[in-house]
């Protein structure tokens, strides 16, 4: 498709290159669309712990945690969009594409905010 004939939209964020094939840029759009839904729960999760758990948990730890989850959620949105991005880039120039270096992030958060979960329901217990 001629340049001039994009959005301006379009020109702006993904400039130069040529249309790659839909399937990959839907496919593209799907993964940006999981990330951000798993984005969405840890969100909803650090809201839920701070929101629903005050009679349970201690108010300093809670809070930490909570914002602790939330931040991951917020980074993983975040990383999402920009990952997103160099995707389409790379796509509409025909390059290899980039390490998603989301997902050791999301990883070690997973990891950090279950530890964190598992030491304030055994330490409630107690």
Request: proline share 6%.
């Amino acid at each position: 498709m001629a340049d001039e004939k994009r959005s301006a939209l379009a020109r702006w964020l993904l400039p130069g290159g040529t249309d790659p094939d839909p399937r990959f840029t839907l496919a593209n759009e799907r993964t940006f669309l999981a990330w951000i839904r798993t984005s969405l729960a840890f969100v909803a999760g650090g809201t839920a712990l701070e929101g629903f758990t005050a009679e349970v948990f201690a108010a300093p730890l809670r809070t930490i945690v909570a914002a602790l989850v939330i931040g991951i959620g917020i980074l993983i949105g975040t990383g999402a969009a920009i990952h997103w991005l160099r995707v389409e880039r790379r796509l509409r120039h025909g390059r290899s594409l980039p390490v998603p270096a989301i997902v050791p992030l999301l990883s070690a958060g997973a990891v950090l905010a279950s530890v964190a979960a598992l030491a304030m329901v055994l330490g409630a217990t107690r």
